[in-house]
């Protein structure tokens, strides 16, 4: 992975981290991941990271409270006291470690809950089954025929021959001008012919799905 290595770089990353701190806590509360045993230890985390007066200098500026909101208001807050041209964007040692218990925290208590591992076996199983469907047209795509190896799931065809049409070498066999009627100024990044150049296609095509559209293209797939 490619390190930021600008100031603006560096803002949007930790700004991400913040963000995603708060809100997979506040995410596994509204799907009842945590247990009470969780919400005694982020307290203790609280306590012995940044103590719970909320007079101190390094304290919990916002109560004990951990969400979206405090976190990003608390953690920019001793960003921005700590950061300097000269030592670079930081946070204070008491936030640091807080940052850092709070991390371990989520991939104990979250990231490795069994349902959400049972999820991850689910998610494997759409994502593949659409990479393996879409794969499938590669021969179709160089007759311009897609619509034809998709006949049977609708919306997946409409939407994967416009992406082909958009963003590839792909000319439809029954609408070859179908990117000047949606006036599609972009130039071809991927070739259809080609097959690592047609796998990078798919995978992004459906890296831009939303977890909802992908289960729904899932159903689409194996429905009967």
């Known amino acids: 992975m490619i390190q930021p290595y ?3 770089g560096c803002v949007v990353k930790v700004a991400d981290k913040i963000a995603y701190l708060g809100r ?7 799907y009842h991941i945590l247990d009470m045993s969780a919400y005694r230890e982020l307290r203790e985390i609280v306590g012995s990271t940044l103590g719970f007066e909320g007079k101190g200098k390094k304290a919990f500026r916002s109560g004990k409270a951990v969400n979206t909101t405090v976190l990003i208001n608390d953690l920019i807050v001793d960003m921005c006291e700590q950061s300097s041209p000269e030592k670079g964007l930081c946070f204070s040692e008491e936030y640091f470690k807080f940052i850092i218990a ?17 999820f991850q076996h689910y998610a494997k199983i759409v994502i593949e089954t659409i990479y393996r469907t879409l794969m499938r047209t590669q021969v179709y795509a160089a007759n311009g025929r897609v619509s034809t190896a998709l006949r049977l799931f609708p919306k997946l065809c409409v939407e994967f021959e416009n992406w082909l049409v958009k963003y590839s070498n792909y000319e439809p066999m029954f609408q070859k001008d179908r990117k000047k009627i949606y006036r599609y100024d972009t130039k ?5 012919k080609n097959d690592e150049s047609f796998q990078k296609c798919v995978i992004e095509f459906i890296s831009g799905m939303t977890d909802q559209y992908a289960i729904e293209i899932y159903g689409e797939i194996i429905q009967f």
Do not use: M
Request: glycine letters at 0%; a neutral charge; zero cysteines.
């Open 6 to 8: 600008t100031w603006e």
């Open 24 to 30: 997979d806590i506040e995410d596994a509360r509204a």
């Open 102 to 118: 709070l991390k371990r925290f989520s991939f104990s208590k979250i990231y490795k809950h069994w349902r959400l591992v049972e």
């Open 188 to 192: 071809s990044v991927f070739d259809i």
